[in-house]
């Protein structure tokens, strides 16, 4: 019985022969394997020369196109490039030399090469899953905030708008392979605002709702001191590195702590929406190309499913405001 040790290297692979004299470090690469004219002359046991004869013959009689397979890399401790051969050359060349290693070679490869390709599934099958089970607990937030609540139409549009400009960014992400709600790469810095003149804003917007009467007196009453909290979460750092290190990142977290927490009696969704407008124009991301980079319909929609959000989905709600601001919305 066939004995062999395989070690992943990244993508070289370490492969013994049975005897244990011969070792190669085999490259897998574009779904094949690849040997050097040296590797196979050492796993053949034939001369150099005999390996490259057979190869020539091999493309002169087109058994094989050379371009596919065949492929130059630059290697450490080589001053030019080193040609290397597909498995189909290595095996071609090893049926011409009437090599039992080569036969031997060629089970192992294809053994090694089916466990490479299962893996790669599984992991993508395995990605893709959890993709869709983001993706549905987005439709259950907005199943939940359109069950909870008498919309108005301009709500119930704005939803509509969020969810479907969700579920564009998850057919993007997917068709290029990646995690659906991985952070974006976002804006470096971001400000939050000092904490008097967070108030002091506070303070006028209640004005000017209570004169419309949109508000009462109850309106923008601080709990203790949540605000404070609010903001000292947004510029923490961690070892010296900022907790939220992208505008994208504090304007998501500063609209959902002011949301979720309840800093204040009354008016959290309107305050944090407004803390949140007011975090992006001072980072100047409020607009992209003269237009606003969410309208006040959508970000209604956005405050009230962050508000029927559940907790534990806190960074499904996060990520989501995050890649909408990245991509913007």
Same mark, same amino acid.
């Given at each position: 019985?066939?004995?062999?040790?395989?070690?992943?290297?990244?993508?070289?692979?370490?492969?013994?022969?049975?005897? #244990?004299? *011969?070792?190669?470090?085999? %490259?897998? !690469? /574009?779904?094949?394997?690849? +040997?050097?004219? @040296?590797?196979?002359?050492?796993?053949?046991?034939?001369?150099?020369?005999?390996?490259?004869?057979?190869?020539?013959?091999?493309?002169?009689?087109?058994?094989?196109?050379?371009?596919?397979?065949?492929?130059?890399?630059?290697?450490?401790?080589?001053?030019?490039?080193?040609?290397?051969?597909?498995?189909?050359?290595?095996?071609?060349?090893?049926?011409?030399?009437?090599?039992?290693?080569?036969?031997?070679?060629?089970?192992?490869?294809?053994?090694?090469?089916?466990?490479?390709?299962?893996? #790669?599934? *599984?992991?993508?099958?395995? %990605?893709? !899953? /959890?993709?869709?089970?983001? +993706?549905?607990? @987005?439709?259950?937030?907005?199943?939940?905030?359109?069950?909870?609540?008498?919309?108005?139409?301009?709500?119930?549009?704005?939803?509509?708008?969020?969810?479907?400009?969700?579920?564009?960014?998850?057919?993007?992400?997917?068709?290029?392979?990646?995690?659906?709600?991985?952070?974006?790469?976002?804006?470096?810095g971001g400000i939050a605002p000092p904490l008097a003149e967070a108030r002091a804003a506070i303070v006028q917007l209640k004005r000017e709702l209570m004169a419309r009467r949109e508000a009462s007196d109850l309106f923008g009453r601080e709990r203790d001191d949540g605000l404070a909290a609010v903001l000292g979460n947004i510029d923490q750092t961690v070892l010296g590195e900022p907790a939220y290190p992208t505008i994208e990142s504090k304007a998501a977290h500063?609209?959902?702590?002011?949301?979720?927490?309840?800093?204040?009696?009354?008016?959290?969704?309107?305050?944090?929406?407004?803390?949140?407008?007011?975090?992006?124009?001072?980072?100047?991301?409020?607009?992209?190309?003269?237009?606003?980079?969410?309208?006040?319909?959508?970000?209604?929609?956005?405050?009230?499913?962050?508000?029927?959000?559940?907790?534990?989905?806190?960074?499904?709600?996060?990520?989501?405001?995050?890649?909408?601001?990245?991509?913007?919305?």
């Amino acid at each position: 019985m066939e004995t062999t040790q395989q070690t992943s290297l990244g993508e070289v692979f370490l492969y013994e022969t049975p005897d #244990g004299k *011969t070792a190669l470090d085999v %490259r897998l !690469e /574009r779904d094949t394997v690849w +040997l050097t004219q @040296a590797q196979m002359a050492e796993l053949f046991g034939r001369e150099r020369s005999v390996v490259t004869k057979h190869i020539g013959k091999i493309f002169k009689e087109g058994e094989l196109e050379e371009k596919s397979n065949v492929q130059n890399l630059h290697i450490t401790k080589s001053d030019k490039p080193v040609c290397y051969y597909s498995l189909d050359v290595i095996i071609s060349v090893g049926y011409r030399v009437k090599s039992q290693l080569g036969t031997r070679f060629r089970i192992w490869a294809t053994q090694t090469l089916k466990e490479h390709l299962v893996h #790669g599934y *599984t992991l993508s099958q395995q %990605r893709f !899953e /959890r993709n869709a089970h983001e +993706l549905e607990a @987005a439709l259950a937030l907005v199943r939940k905030a359109a069950a909870g609540e008498v919309l108005s139409t301009d709500q119930g549009r704005g939803l509509v708008d969020i969810i479907a400009r969700y579920t564009q960014t998850f057919l993007l992400l997917q068709r290029y392979d990646e995690g659906l709600l991985t952070e974006p790469k976002g804006a470096v810095g971001g400000i939050a605002p000092p904490l008097a003149e967070a108030r002091a804003a506070i303070v006028q917007l209640k004005r000017e709702l209570m004169a419309r009467r949109e508000a009462s007196d109850l309106f923008g009453r601080e709990r203790d001191d949540g605000l404070a909290a609010v903001l000292g979460n947004i510029d923490q750092t961690v070892l010296g590195e900022p907790a939220y290190p992208t505008i994208e990142s504090k304007a998501a977290h500063l609209l959902y702590f002011v949301i979720k927490n309840h800093p204040f009696t009354d008016g959290n969704k309107r305050i944090g929406s407004f803390l949140f407008v007011d975090f992006l124009h001072r980072n100047q991301r409020l607009f992209h190309n003269n237009e606003a980079v969410i309208n006040d319909v959508g970000l209604a929609a956005l405050a009230l499913l962050v508000a029927e959000s559940n907790p534990k989905q806190k960074d499904i709600m996060i990520r989501l405001i995050m890649n909408m601001l990245a991509g913007v919305v």
